[in-house]
């Protein structure tokens, strides 16, 4: 899978998309989310692959097993490199979320890697503790989800830098490590709160990283993403 850090699609038109992208001069990896999915509809998909970038379809499904299975046959279609569910679905709606993603998947095509959401990288744990109600420590939380996770077939997780080397050691280094909340040190933290700079997202176990806002909200924008990228190859 290609390496490069996922660049975080979240505008709210095609026409924000292109005008963004249309200041790179090579293929990225890109992930397209519910706010652009949500206005402009898997066309979007379509057009962004047509322009020959990697794509993070990052809808995070989370229904019942038969809702779930269903939809994720008809993403398949897109072709796309990477998508996603909630592990909090549970282990037989991750189970039909992969049958279905191989189901929808051309004959001679690749089918795209899938992974789960374990704690969004925006709850803390004293959050979660109050609100879902779960009486583990939040490493502990997203253990439990990592394994379930893995037991289900799929191919990996979203977590924060913080979880990544814990989940590597009990699932595996080939087992994804997908990690948000991404940083330049001193950027605002916006909604995030167990975030990580791209060098420690290395360092701590990360297979991937998600940048969103630290690169397009940033005055110069490629620029921003060169320093994202030095940093997490270096
Ligand atoms: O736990 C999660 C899961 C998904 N995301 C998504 O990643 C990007 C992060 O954007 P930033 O602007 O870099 O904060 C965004 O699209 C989220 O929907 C996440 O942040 N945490």
Redesign the pocket.
Known sequence: MNTKPIL?L?FPSEQHVFDFLQQFNEPLFV?I?MELYMQEGPDIVRKVKALGHDIFL?LKLHDIPNTVGSAMKGLAKLGVDLVNVHAAGGRPMMEAALEGLEAGTAVGSKRAALIA?TQ???TTEEQMQREQKIALSLQESVLHYASLTKEAGLNGV?CSVHEAQAIADACGEDFLRVT???RLAGGDT?D?KRIATPDGAKHDGSSLI?????VTGAQNPVAAYKQVRELWEA
């Open positions: 975080a979240d992930k989310g990052d959401v969004l990288t925006s979203v948000p909340g991404i916006h995030q998600v940048v969103g806002r630290a």
